[in-house]
């Protein structure tokens, strides 16, 4: 059994920023990518970004400059630093691992995020 805890959630002013994490746990032989999709009201969920085990990162358009991924695969667990944040950003951020030879989805519980304008 694959378990995935968030943290990180919060509230925030545009223009500020927010760290989450993502820790995996349970049976895990091989991650492969971890990283984090984010899913709006009313709208459908969306990829943020990923990171490879070789530490190669990739963002969605909308985020690129401003969010920044990282990860410690010794501690099994990924970080997304988020600054310059806005209104739009306001989403339940979903953590997202892919394993093995057949890149299985385990995915979080989801963490709300919320920025002010």
């Known amino acids: 059994q694959v378990q995935l805890v968030e943290s990180g959630r919060g509230l925030v002013q545009a223009g500020g920023s927010l760290r989450l994490s993502c820790a995996a746990s349970?049976?895990?032989?091989?991650?492969?990518?971890m990283g984090w999709y984010r899913q709006a009201p009313g709208k459908q969920r969306e990829w943020v970004a990923h990171i490879t085990s070789g530490g190669s990162t990739n963002y969605a358009d909308s985020v690129k400059g401003r969010f920044t991924l990282s990860r410690d695969n010794a501690k099994n667990t990924v970080y997304l630093q988020m600054n310059s944040l806005k209104p739009e950003d306001t989403a339940v951020y979903y953590c997202n691992i892919k394993v093995g030879d057949y890149d299985v989805d385990y995915w979080g519980q989801g963490t709300q995020v919320t920025v002010s304008s």
């Open positions: 349970g049976s895990i032989f091989s991650i492969n990518t």
